[in-house]
């Protein structure tokens, strides 16, 4: 039996939050540490604080020259202590700022997590601004020293050896309606901690309680339907021009959430647009829910590592989920239609060629429909990257072989389409591939691919239904601890991957989502 450990003092970043912070959990989230920052730039990037001269709208409270307590950001020449950023030249304490996915800004003492970035020395991942000392999760721009893991000097940003990928991209979706997308996600998941983590979020953006009241008992937010389309036509004339929250997209955002939760492969965008979002603001109300799925499944597997169970609530002892393959199913190449205009080629910025990370991306409509938001683009291009080649641990083939057990969960014809054809080629023999993709989880696949796919199979349901035994079972066959993580990671980018590729558009094919990867271990 794999027991639990007892809990650390203070959880470090959202997955700690989310997993529960225990020293096996840390250890095994040291194996693959770039993937774990990537992840916490990841949260930052689509839950954003947002600083200025009035009140803030980003993941906290309060806005003056008076303290600030709770769980988000402070504007003002006050102090704020809680797990959200302060800004203004007082100093922030607390897990927010000095240790929260917040940031810190102004001339006082800020430290967390974060990525510095100046004329002075800076480490670390997060963003520090001001002219006084930084040290942490937050960002930190400015001429005051910044301490952290490695030295960075000059004017651009610096982390530890690398530079972390993704700034916020301002598409108009306010941080209510994020919130109140991630929370509906949270609440499918059965994860209390994100559900009140998510839900203090929406409570400080909204001022009110009562409309994640509503999301977590999953009542009608209209008060007549729980579709978003009737929501969204009742005041969807209410819209401000500049994307301001309104109850019509609150409710369509929800509704979304729950729709590509549950059942992505009949994810539609009708709705979204009745109620006023834009092409942009589309694809960051997905890249949310679809993040916020992925953050939830890889809490689940981590978890699960760690203490043999991944929190959910579900029966233990329940069968193993199975996938039904089929002649929908096809190594064939296959054409993705944008259900949104992508960009166009000449639309791309530098920065968005670096974010793509190579001619194939750039040439592909899907990845150019995910343009429309650059900063959660850059930082998924990296933990898809980080994930699928990262040295050591499983192979590849195997990594293949686990998007494509999720990506037949979900029913995402084109990425199982993508990711059989690169596992049948770095495998060697295209026969066993063939076999998972005609008869799912009954085909004959040798122990070893069974139990690969049955675990990444079984992180893919809402909530996660991978158990103990799943994990013991490839433990006993050799797996490292370094591989099962490695496992855990590309199931769960798939719970992301897939949700994007089915409510952005549709197969006539599907895109060439990670063709662009290398097919090399």
């Known amino acids: ?11 470090t970043d959202v997955l700690d939050r989310f997993a529960g912070a225990t020293p096996e959990l840390a250890r095994l989230r040291a194996l693959r540490p770039e993937l774990i920052e990537l992840e916490q730039r990841a949260y930052e990037v689509l839950f954003p604080v947002r600083t200025g001269p009035g009140p803030a709208t980003g993941s906290g409270p309060a806005t003056g020259s008076g303290p600030a307590t709770g769980l988000g950001l402070a504007t003002g020449s006050g102090s704020a202590t809680g797990p959200g950023p302060a800004t203004g030249p007082g100093s922030a304490t607390g897990p927010g700022s000095a240790t929260g996915p917040g940031s810190a800004t102004g001339p006082g003492p800020a430290t967390g997590l974060g990525l510095a970035t100046g004329s002075g020395s800076a480490t670390g991942l997060g963003l520090a601004t001001g002219p006084g000392p930084a040290t942490g999760l937050g960002p930190a721009t400015g001429s005051g020293p910044a301490t952290g893991s490695g030295p960075a000097t000059g004017s651009g940003p610096a982390t ?3 530079t972390v990928p993704g700034t916020v991209t301002d598409t108009g979706v306010s941080v209510a309606e994020r919130a109140a997308a991630a929370l509906a996600v949270a609440v499918e998941h059965r994860r209390a901690p994100a559900v009140g983590h998510y839900r203090a979020l929406l409570d400080t953006a909204t001022g009110e309680t ?3 009241d509503r999301i977590i008992a999953r009542a009608p ?3 007549d339907t729980a579709t978003a389309a009737t929501a969204a036509k009742a005041t969807a004339a209410t819209t401000t021009a500049t994307g301001a929250a309104t109850p019509g997209r609150i409710a369509a955002a929800v509704a979304h959430a729950r729709l590509l939760t549950h059942t992505p492969a009949r994810g539609g965008l009708d709705a979204l647009r009745a109620a006023g979002f834009t092409d942009p603001q589309i694809v960051t109300v997905s890249q949310t829910v679809a993040f916020v799925n992925h953050q939830m499944q890889l809490v689940a597997g981590l978890a699960l590592l760690a203490t043999g169970d991944s929190g959910t609530g579900t029966d233990p002892g329940a069968p193993s989920t199975t996938v039904a393959g089929g002649p929908r199913y096809t190594t064939d190449v296959l054409t993705w239609r944008p259900a949104i205009r992508p960009l166009a ?3 791309l910025s530098e920065e968005h060629r670096a974010a793509l990370a190579g001619k194939a ?6 990845f150019r429909t995910l343009g429309h938001d650059l900063g959660i683009l850059a930082v998924r291009t990296a933990i898809d990257l980080a994930a699928f080649t990262a040295e050591g641990g499983l192979p590849r083939a195997e990594r293949e072989l686990a998007a494509t057990a999720v990506s037949l969960y979900n029913g995402c014809v084109y990425c199982a389409s993508v990711h059989a054809r690169l596992t049948a080629r770095l495998h060697g023999d295209p026969a066993p591939v063939r076999r998972f993709l005609a008869y799912g989880s009954t085909a004959v696949l040798g122990r070893r691919w069974k139990l690969i796919t049955r675990l990444a199979t079984g992180l893919a349901p809402v909530p996660a239904t991978a158990a103990e035994a799943d994990v013991e079972a490839l433990r006993e066959l050799g797996l490292t601890e370094l591989a099962l993580v490695d496992l855990v990671h590309c199931a769960a980018f798939f719970g992301w991957a897939n949700r994007l590729m089915l409510s952005l558009g549709s197969v006539e094919g599907e895109d060439q989502e990670h063709e662009g990867r290398q097919a090399t271990e």
Request: hydrophobic residues 30%; glycine residues 6%.
């Open 1 to 11: 039996m794999h027991e639990a450990v007892p809990k650390t003092d203070a959880p």
């Open 160 to 162: 530890s050896a690398r």
């Open 210 to 212: 009562a409309t994640a």
């Open 221 to 223: 937010l209209d008060g």
């Open 345 to 347: 080629p000449g639309e």
């Open 361 to 366: 991306r750039v040439d592909t409509p899907y």
